[in-house]
């Protein structure tokens, strides 16, 4: 019997994709995603000064705040031969680095442990034993049996009332549920504690870019001065509330993130050889230590990875017109050369073509256009980028911290390495780079005390930008890794003006639809194959799509007219 599911949309993300999945024997035997809106930023933002592009890019999106300004502001930079000094540089690192700490606690939490969390099933857990299983994987102190008693009981009013307020509409009992009542207990007490947490940890976001989301950013360094003994700008106190956040960020993630993580995967290894996809990974790279000009030095370092041989490393060239290409065969979108071509983001083109159905429809036509998300190919591969992509590439080069993580994780859960390419390793990676960034965080921190001690406080080199001293003609490019994968912006600059600008994000990467060649992206490879024991209730297929923490609202270039959409799972049989 074949079944056609339509999830649409799909929740606990940031943006609007849908998912269709064909079902056969209670598997995925083919499927297609669809990002259901668009921004078009890139035509936004022709006819305007290169410096204000991060005002306007960084509004893409608020969860990962600052990723798709400072990766604008690395593009002009590109463009115009800056240097930012390193102070500049070091804050910049900072930002990412807590900037990945919250998002990925909050994904883990908020948006993917209730994939594998049956929260209903918490209330019958025996808060004596939570405590003692909690005492005895962390020392986190809020571990004793009246506080999970308390939390039970809290919870319990929320059932009893049939309100779940924030737990509404889960698939609380279904079978592909494994925790043992007192992991549930305690994944959801941390869930709770992470929402609190959380809200301390965008304040370095604010310090130094002055709000969030959204934080200032500067061509040619950063828009914060160094002033210790003035209120007005980074002071010695500060200073010292930013190490208090890092210390405490770093503190969650090895005392409640990792522990949890390492237990629920614990019971889920089966997941370990599902969601695998496409076994090509990719890295830009990222957190510069001798400056941007010195790729060497980035602590994510760059690379792709093909058909899951991590002993090759391939180079990935951002400027090369033939790594790089979009395609828009599946896509809502028309070029001047015609559908089948690809163009480098330095020659994009950005022109909507919708010829889909009028919403709102029960399926899309695969064979035609679907999506409004272009199709990214590297060299001509499908590509996966984002925290495994990452972790593999940090392994593969022999990186010392990265192979420590991972190969304590494999040991600890007992399973080879080739259950990294999957789901749980996809998830798995995500905690483990937690632990490196909130490591390197203290480093940068610390690098950056000693230069204002040593007399050194520039934070911009303004002589640099201005635009009497720029090329009349000019072309750049910005990279980085955001929470979800590899990250680039192109910029072509003319008469001191934006001529064209392209942004190719992770989810555009991750979820696009087919290129001319039939080719799946990583979401629809990873969805063959992942089991789904009722189509009414696909638990399962959330998990391998949550597993990338999609952001469609990044990977797509407005809603209709009307702002129309649908919430609904549909089901059709044979």
């Known amino acids: 019997m074949s079944q056609r599911i339509v999830v649409d949309p799909i929740t606990r993300i940031e943006g609007h994709l849908r998912v269709e999945a064909d079902i056969e024997d209670g598997k995925i035997k083919d499927a297609f995603s669809s990002g259901t809106m668009v921004r078009l930023l890139e035509e936004i933002l022709k006819g305007r000064d290169p410096r204000d592009a991060w005002a306007f890019v960084g509004r893409v999106c608020g969860v990962c705040t600052s990723t798709h300004s400072l990766v604008s502001v690395r593009a002009v930079e590109d463009a115009l031969g800056i240097i930012v000094p390193p102070n500049a540089e070091l804050v910049r690192n900072l930002m990412f680095a807590s900037l990945y700490m919250h998002d990925h606690v909050v994904h883990f939490y908020h948006l993917h442990a209730m994939d594998w969390v049956d929260v209903v099933n918490a209330l019958k857990a025996d808060p004596k034993k939570t405590s003692e299983l909690a005492q005895s994987i962390s020392n986190w102190p809020k571990s004793s049996p009246g506080y999970f008693s308390d939390l039970q009981k809290r919870i319990k009013k929320f059932v009893e009332s049939g ?7 889960g698939y609380w009992g279904h079978p592909a549920y494994k925790l043992p009542a007192e992991v549930n207990l305690i994944g959801l007490a941390h869930y709770l504690e992470a929402l609190e947490w959380q809200k301390e940890m965008v304040k370095v976001q604010t310090i130094f870019g002055g709000k969030n989301p959204h934080p200032n950013y500067l061509v040619g360094g950063m828009a914060c001065s160094v002033t210790l003994d003035d209120m007005s700008g980074i002071n010695a106190e500060r200073l010292a509330y930013v190490k208090t956040i890092l210390d405490q960020g770093k503190e969650f993630i ?28 990719m890295a830009y790279g990222d957190l510069p230590t001798k400056g941007f000009n010195d790729p060497s030095s980035f602590k994510f370092p760059s690379g792709a990875i093909l058909n899951k041989d991590i002993s090759k490393i391939h180079e990935v060239d951002l400027r090369n017109d033939k790594e790089v290409e979009e395609y828009i065969t599946h896509s809502w979108y028309s070029y001047e050369g015609g559908d089948q071509v690809g163009l480098h983001p330095w020659k994009g083109e950005s022109k909507m073509n919708y010829t889909g159905p009028k919403p709102p429809f029960d399926h899309l036509d695969f064979s035609q256009k679907y999506s409004f998300l272009k199709t990214p190919r590297w060299k001509g591969n499908a590509m996966e980028v984002g925290p495994l992509s990452r972790m593999l590439i940090g392994y593969a080069h022999g990186r010392p911290e990265f192979k420590e993580v991972v190969d304590k994780a494999l040991k600890d859960l007992d399973v080879p390495i080739t259950a990294l390419f999957s789901t749980l390793g996809r998830t798995a990676a995500r905690g483990l780079e937690s632990v490196l ?23 911009a080199e303004q002589s640099l930008f201005q635009p009497s001293t720029w090329p009349k003609q000019a072309i750049g490019v910005g990279y980085g890794e955001a929470p979800r994968g590899a990250l680039a912006h192109w910029i072509n600059i003319s008469d001191e ?3 064209n600008y392209q942004l190719v994000v992770p989810t555009t990467w991750n979820a696009s639809p087919r290129d001319n060649n039939g080719q799946r992206s990583a979401y629809e490879a990873a969805l063959i194959d992942t089991p789904v024991a009722d189509a009414n209730q696909p638990v399962e297929l959330l998990r391998t799509i949550h597993s990338f923490d999609p952001c469609m609202a990044c990977s797509v270039h407005l809603y209709d007219e009307h702002g129309k959409h649908i919430n609904r799972i549909s089901v059709v049989g044979d």
């Open 497 to 499: 003006k934006i001529a």
């Open 254 to 281: 090895e005392q409640v993130y990792i522990p949890d993580l390492m237990a629920i995967a614990s019971f889920y290894k089966d997941w370990g050889s599902i969601g695998g996809g496409l076994g090509n990974y």
């Open 437 to 459: 960034v909130a490591n390197w965080a203290q480093e940068f921190y610390d690098q950056l005390i000693s230069n204002i001690k040593n007399g050194d406080t520039r934070m």
């Open 163 to 169: 309100q779940l307020g924030i737990f509404a509409n």
